[in-house]
Antibody
Framework: EVQLVESGGGLVQPGRSLRLSCAAS????????MHWVRQAPGKGLEWVSSISWKSGSIGYADSVKGRFTISRDNAKNSLYLQMNSLRAEDMALYYC???????????????WGQGTMVTVSS | DIQMTQSPSTLSASVGDRVTITCRASQSISSWLAWYQQKPGKAPKLLISKASSLESGVPSRFSGSGSGTEFTLTISSLQPDDFATYYC????????FGQGTKLEIK
């Protein structure tokens, strides 16, 4: 059974940093691209970032480019999102999601975690 | 960046109705489009990929069509479990989601 478990969320002041993690199990992690998607309270889904299976391709939404860094450790079956210079508008539930396609980059997302909440407030 | 626009934003319907949700892309995305269903407090669930390919386990009353810039999600006969919010997602150029369509009980 595929499982994605996010962690690392919490309350952080504007301008500070936070690192999210996603622990994956139930599939061959190193074969799939992985993604971060966020959802502000009461709002829609926003794609944040993606990383290919071997980290050779990486993409970011314009809203986070230059502030967020995605990475993965295939030996640890883990995905990360380093978030720097956090702003009020970054406050959201952050989901980790698995790509549908073996050794692809960005396709549909077939499994999602339950999310970790990031609150940005002074 | 590719903008995705869904219509309507809210849709009121009854059990048994046939409903259609539209998603338009700001430029051609071929068939690189997915549909998701999200219920309150839950993660999104993938329904359809490549515009019309139904995911395993998704009821056949769901169908998707379209290519280029205009796409539709159709539910042929609404069931009580279908009342939720639906999102389209393009993955032709990086990725982006539509703003969502909330399907409400009339």
């Amino acid at each position: 059974e595929v499982q994605l478990v996010e962690s690392g969320g919490g309350l952080v002041q504007p301008g500070r940093s936070l690192r999210l993690s996603c622990a994956a199990s139930g599939f061959t992690f190193e074969d799939y691209a992985m993604h971060w998607v966020r959802q502000a309270p009461g709002k829609g889904l926003e794609w944040v970032s993606s990383i290919s299976w071997k980290s050779g391709s990486i993409g970011y939404a314009d809203s986070v480019k230059g502030r967020f860094t995605i990475s993965r450790d295939n030996a640890k079956n883990s995905l990360y999102l380093q978030m720097n210079s956090l702003r009020a508008e970054d406050m959201a539930l952050y989901y980790c999601a698995k790509d549908t396609t073996v050794r692809g980059f960005i396709n549909a997302f077939d499994f999602w975690g339950q999310g970790t909440m990031v609150t940005v407030s002074s | 960046d590719i903008q995705m626009t869904q219509s309507p934003s809210t849709l009121s319907a009854s059990v048994g109705d046939r409903v259609t949700i539209t998603c338009r892309a700001s430029q051609s995305i071929s068939s690189w489009l997915a549909w998701y269903q999200q219920k309150p407090g839950k993660a999104p669930k993938l329904l359809i990929s490549k515009a019309s390919s139904l995911e395993s386990g998704v009821p056949s009353r769901f169908s998707g069509s379209g290519s280029g810039t205009e796409f539709t999600l159709t539910i042929s006969s609404l069931q009580p479990d279908d009342f939720a919010t639906y999102y389209c997602q393009q993955y032709n150029s990086q990725s982006s989601f539509g703003q969502g369509t909330k399907l409400e009980i009339k």
